[in-house]
């Protein structure tokens, strides 16, 4: 049995600025002078990219084609929202280090820092 697949429908929505006296009206809410996003889900996967406006009716046109582009298969090459690689304490350990004997510190304090460092590996 064949499955269905899902038209991706591209959304406008808004990301509100902390200080918008409009955040409580919620993501769609289009009277606020805030950055415009455009949002779609294909293939099980949702896509995010900034409109680059902050007018809604521009950021429409834009969904627009986006919407176009999707439809005819040309969106292809859109990356996929990708969770951000958290470093190992070993490697945030290291880069600490690094900055501190790039910044200059004494070698009394640099020998003291790789004494810790040691101890704690």
Same mark, same amino acid.
């Given at each position: 049995m064949a499955? +269905?697949?899902s038209?991706?429908?591209?959304t406008v929505?808004?990301?509100h600025?902390d @200080? &918008?006296n409009?955040? @409580?009206?919620g993501?769609f809410?289009? %009277?606020?002078? &805030?950055?415009?996003?455009?949002?779609? @889900? *294909?293939d %099980?996967r949702?896509?995010r990219?900034a /409109?680059e406006?902050?007018?809604w009716?521009?950021?429409?046109?834009?969904?627009?084609?986006l919407?176009k582009? #999707?439809d $005819?298969?040309?969106?292809g090459t859109v990356?996929?929202i990708?969770? $951000?690689v958290q470093p190992?304490i070993?490697?945030?350990?290291?880069?600490? #280090?690094?900055?501190?004997? %790039?910044s200059g /510190?004494s070698?009394e304090?640099a020998a003291?820092?790789m004494?810790?460092? *040691? +101890? #704690?590996?």
């Amino acid at each position: 049995m064949a499955t +269905l697949r899902s038209k991706p429908v591209v959304t406008v929505y808004v990301r509100h600025r902390d @200080s &918008c006296n409009h955040a @409580s009206r919620g993501q769609f809410y289009r %009277g606020c002078d &805030c950055a415009k996003w455009l949002r779609y @889900s *294909r293939d %099980g996967r949702q896509y995010r990219q900034a /409109a680059e406006t902050r007018t809604w009716g521009i950021a429409e046109d834009k969904a627009a084609d986006l919407q176009k582009q #999707l439809d $005819a298969g040309e969106v292809g090459t859109v990356a996929p929202i990708v969770e $951000a690689v958290q470093p190992t304490i070993s490697q945030t350990i290291d880069t600490y #280090l690094k900055g501190k004997l %790039g910044s200059g /510190a004494s070698t009394e304090e640099a020998a003291d820092l790789m004494c810790i460092w *040691r +101890l #704690l590996t």
